[in-house]
């Protein structure tokens, strides 16, 4: 026989029972950033391998060995995007949205990265991102943690995440602590984790995110980024959490976080949680004033952040915030018996339809006797069964019953029904 065929490891498929609450999570995502000013964009999935390599770091864990890269028939390197930043830098830049102008973007879809599935990590995931352009202040900045607190509270997690902020300074600032982070480490080479050892040589700033017990102990020590801040990026990190003060946003300064991505400079934040284990960053986001110059544009001010839809949702679950998505089920299911009243259900159900925009009905199909008719009805989660047999039709009439009150049964003519309804679905 042959092999059940199944999805690539760490591809899920999303069912139809999950839908509803990912429907309902997108749209309160994409209302709120209506709300905010910014406008949807759409990009491919795939991307010249080059783009990535270039924007996001050779010497990354993503470029390195995460990004699903092939040749395609003409045998050009492509990948499946791991990230939407870089893609959305490439297209503003292509179609002239950047240059001297603001530009709040956004976008949603599938991001693939081949690491090891587990909870919370998978190699087809999904993500919403944020992108701003022309803005070079704190001020945005601030706006984009206001956006995304405003989100939380929209989808009832508020009390479940924090947020965690640190400045990188500029590329300079950043060197010169490189440097001395190296020369502090290279001498405690050893007591290093083999990771870190030899991020010591490529990306030395990523070991201070390392998960090592041994080496986070290590870092206690290490020089701190703080310390190395231009005057300038201090001045504009204070201005942010000022921003956040006054709004009364609670955070954190984390001397460690740094982003896994070489493009981000000055302002990076994280949205964390403790509830979903070792995958608790649901957000992060910053500043990458380099990228677009460094890409070929113009030198333009930017900032933004990345969103996982999966780990966000399974916050949403934990949190209990999933019994707010609304009923999916039909309100009417329409029940007909005898070959005239099943000739006219597809009418009658139009014609519902007609009179309530609103309304969710469905239309019962396919064989069986009335009572595994009446069995769809009341498996849909319909409130009411409308039935017509060849009595209620040749009467113009519809017996109405209540699937969720014992013996309801009533029966109305057919030229009312909608108004009925009206009123009974009203409450
Ligand atoms: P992590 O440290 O967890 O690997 P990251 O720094 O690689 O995260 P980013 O590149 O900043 O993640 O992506 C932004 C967000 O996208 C993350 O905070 C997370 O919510 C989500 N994300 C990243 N990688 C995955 C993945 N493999 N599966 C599911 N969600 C992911
Ligand atoms: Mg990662």
């Not at 159900?349 to 008719?373: F, T």
Request: net charge negative.
């Amino acid at each position: 026989m042959a092999k059940r065929l199944q999805a690539v490891r760490g591809m899920n498929d999303l069912l139809p029972e999950q839908t509803p609450g990912w429907q309902w999570m997108e749209r309160c995502i994409a209302d709120t950033l209506r709300r905010y000013g910014y406008d949807e964009i759409r990009l491919p999935i795939m991307e010249p391998t080059a783009l990535f390599a270039r924007s996001i770091g050779e010497v990354t864990d993503i470029v390195e060995k995460e990004m699903y890269t092939f040749e395609d028939r003409n045998g050009d390197s492509v990948t499946l995007r791991p990230e939407g930043t870089a893609g959305c830098v490439r297209a503003g830049e292509q179609h002239g949205l950047l240059y001297n102008q603001v530009r709040r973007l956004w976008y949603m879809g599938p991001m693939f990265r081949h690491e090891r599935p587990q909870k919370g990590r998978y190699r087809q995931f999904h993500q919403v991102g944020a992108e701003v352009f022309g803005l070079a202040g704190p001020d945005i900045d601030a706006e984009l943690i206001l956006l995304c607190a405003r989100l939380w509270k929209e989808l009832g997690i508020q009390d479940h995440v924090t947020l965690q902020v640190n400045s990188l300074g500029t590329s300079a600032s950043r060197g010169r602590y490189r440097d001395a982070l190296v020369a502090f480490l290279t001498k405690r080479r050893s007591d290093l984790d083999a990771d870190s050892q030899r991020r010591l040589d490529t990306n030395p700033l990523r070991i201070l995110d390392s998960k090592d017990g041994g080496t986070q102990s290590l870092l206690v020590e290490a020089p701190q980024l703080a310390d190395f801040l231009d005057a300038e990026s201090a001045e504009h990190f204070y201005g942010f959490l000022r921003y956040l003060d006054q709004a009364g946003i609670p955070y954190t300064v984390n001397q460690r976080l740094v982003r896994g991505l070489d493009y981000y400079g000055r302002t990076v934040f994280e949205w964390v949680t403790d509830s979903l284990g070792a995958q608790g960053t649901v957000c992060a986001g910053g500043r990458y004033d380099g990228l677009v110059e460094h890409l070929g544009g113009k030198p333009t001010p930017a900032v933004g952040f990345a969103l996982g839809l999966e780990r966000l949702l399974l916050l949403l679950e934990t949190a209990g915030a999933l019994s707010r998505v609304p009923d999916r089920a039909p309100q009417v299911c329409l029940v007909a018996l005898g070959e005239a009243a099943e000739a006219a259900r597809l009418t009658l159900a139009e014609r519902l339809r007609d009179d309530l925009p609103g309304l969710r009905v469905l239309s019962v199909l396919g064989g069986g006797g009335m009572k595994s008719r009446m069995k769809k009805a009341d498996q849909s989660g319909a409130r009411f069964a409308l039935i017509q047999g060849e009595d209620e039709l040749h009467g113009d009439q519809i017996t109405v019953r209540d699937l969720r009150r014992e013996g309801a049964q009533v029966t109305v003519p057919a030229a009312e029904i909608a108004g009925w309804l009206r009123e009974r679905l009203a409450d």
